[in-house]
């Protein structure tokens, strides 16, 4: 049944017109939340959204560093491993409505890390909202990055 209702969601989003976050993106750190985070110097971030294929590529400047990470997801619900400088995440990505919805997991040392992310795109498709929870072993927080079209 959850694989009906994945494969139903996909074509819906197909057939229905998903918002399609493809381009160029640049953080808004006005317009963005990061609670007790320090937020970054810059975030830019390119997205290409084809069909069911979902790929990024997010390269974030803070004070002292700066690091690229590439990420590939399928929209179906199904399992994605992304392999990252911090180690393998693991996670999944659905429709659910006009929002895209990614939830992955990664393992540090013994402790699991998990983020729940929902991206919503404005009506004109030049804001892309991205609403995350992480949950840390210190407990959860709550982050939101508002990206404008480039």
């Known amino acids: 049944m959850k694989k009906l209702l994945a494969a139903a969601a996909v074509l819906a989003a197909t057939c229905f017109g998903a918002p399609n976050f493809t381009g160029e993106w640049k953080l808004n750190i006005a317009k963005s939340k990061y609670g007790p985070i320090p937020p970054p110097v810059e975030v830019t971030r390119k997205i290409i959204l084809d069909g069911p294929k979902l790929w990024m590529s997010t390269t974030q400047k803070s004070a002292d560093k700066e690091g690229t990470s590439e990420l590939r997801y399928t929209i179906d619900g199904k399992p994605n491993v992304n392999k990252l400088a911090s180690g393998d995440a693991t996670g999944t990505a659905s429709w659910e409505g006009d929002s895209l919805i990614i939830d992955s997991s990664q393992k540090n040392g013994p402790q699991d890390l998990k983020s729940h992310e929902v991206w919503t795109l404005s009506g004109d ?5 991205i609403l995350t929870h992480l949950t840390l072993p ?10 404008e079209k480039q």
């Open 125 to 129: 498709g030049k804001t892309l909202t």
């Open 138 to 147: 210190q407990g959860g927080i709550d982050v939101t990055q508002v990206f």
